[in-house]
């Protein structure tokens, strides 16, 4: 992903879930995941893709269930 293409959907993001402390990552090297973080804790991970000349973005959230309050 583009630096823009990663700026533009972190604004989304941020709009979308109303946190202002998210941040989408962009990988230290090409071929990796884009990563979603929120204050400073990854969370997820952004997958673009391209299909029929559409693009999507596929936002996936990880929660681990030790994260969770008790039942």
Known sequence: MSTSEITRLQ????????????????????????EIAVNDEVIGTVHKDEDEGETSYILNIVVLEEDLPPA
């Open 11 to 34: 604004t989304c993001l941020r709009r979308l879930l109303g946190s202002k402390g998210l941040t989408v990552n962009a990988p230290p090297r090409a071929g990796l995941s884009v």
